[in-house]
């Protein structure tokens, strides 16, 4: 079975800190895509970044970052430097590329409060 | 930016009655979701659609609930009989032939009174 773990409901850091949001997945699939999504307070979905299975290099993009560790089944994202604009709900999610739908399974989500 | 839209951005009905949440997806994307989202949880599938028909649905997804594409832009999803569970933000999604991301749109916030 699918499933998603994200084990932090809520984090709490001021401006400038470093903070890594973890996720943790299961698939009996060898073959899959890995997502983050950004929920602002204004409530859309807002895609960050996708991974698939067979690309476990780690991945850069200005104050973003995401380790992906097969092994231990992680897909894990820092945000450098936070900023208040960062605050937001995170969420990791799995698609099944064998599956044809490749419908999202999500995560619970973690909260992020940047305070300034 | 192309973007998915969704209208309207609010609902409120009262229980039993019928509601049309609107989608137009992304115009060059083939594969269509929509998911769901209670108040505080995570975001749940409710249904894919590809080539004019549902390719996959979740056990939420009852003979309460039905997806259309009327037309070459629209996708609609209808609850019929609405009941007070149904309350909830419905996103509309879709996605591109190349590449798996979706693409959400802002969202429908359905409440039932």
């Known amino acids: 079975a699918q499933k998603v773990t994200q084990a932090q409901t809520e984090i709490s850091v001021v401006e400038k800190e470093d903070v890594t949001l973890d996720c943790v997945y299961e698939?009996?699939?060898?073959?899959?895509?890995l997502f983050w999504y950004k929920q602002p307070p204004s409530g859309e979905l807002v895609f960050l970044i996708r991974?698939?299975?067979?690309?476990?290099q780690n991945e850069i993009s200005g104050r973003y970052s995401w380790n992906f560790q097969k092994s231990t089944s992680s897909f894990n994202f820092t945000i450098t430097a936070s900023q208040v604009v960062d605050s937001a709900v995170y969420f990791c999610?799995?698609?099944?590329?064998?599956?044809?739908?490749?419908?999202?399974?999500f995560g619970t989500g973690t909260l992020l409060a940047v305070q300034p | 930016e192309p973007e998915v839209t969704q209208t309207p951005s609010h609902q409120v009905t009262q229980m039993g009655q019928e509601v049309i949440l609107r989608c137009v997806p992304i115009s060059n994307h083939l594969y269509f979701y929509w998911y769901r989202q209670i108040l505080g949880q995570k975001v749940e599938f409710l249904v894919s659609f590809y080539n004019n028909e549902i390719s996959e649905k979740s056990e939420i997804f009852d003979d309460q609930f039905s997806v259309e594409r009327p037309d070459g832009s629209n996708f609609t999803l209808k609850i019929r009989s609405t009941k007070l569970e149904d309350s909830a933000m419905y996103f509309c999604a879709s996605r591109g032939q190349v590449g798996y991301e979706q693409y959400f749109g802002p969202g429908t916030r359905l409440t039932v009174t």
């Open positions: 999610a799995l698609s099944e590329v064998l599956r044809a739908t490749n419908k999202l399974i």
């Open positions: 991974r698939n299975s067979f690309d476990e």
């Open positions: 698939t009996r699939d060898t073959t899959y895509y």
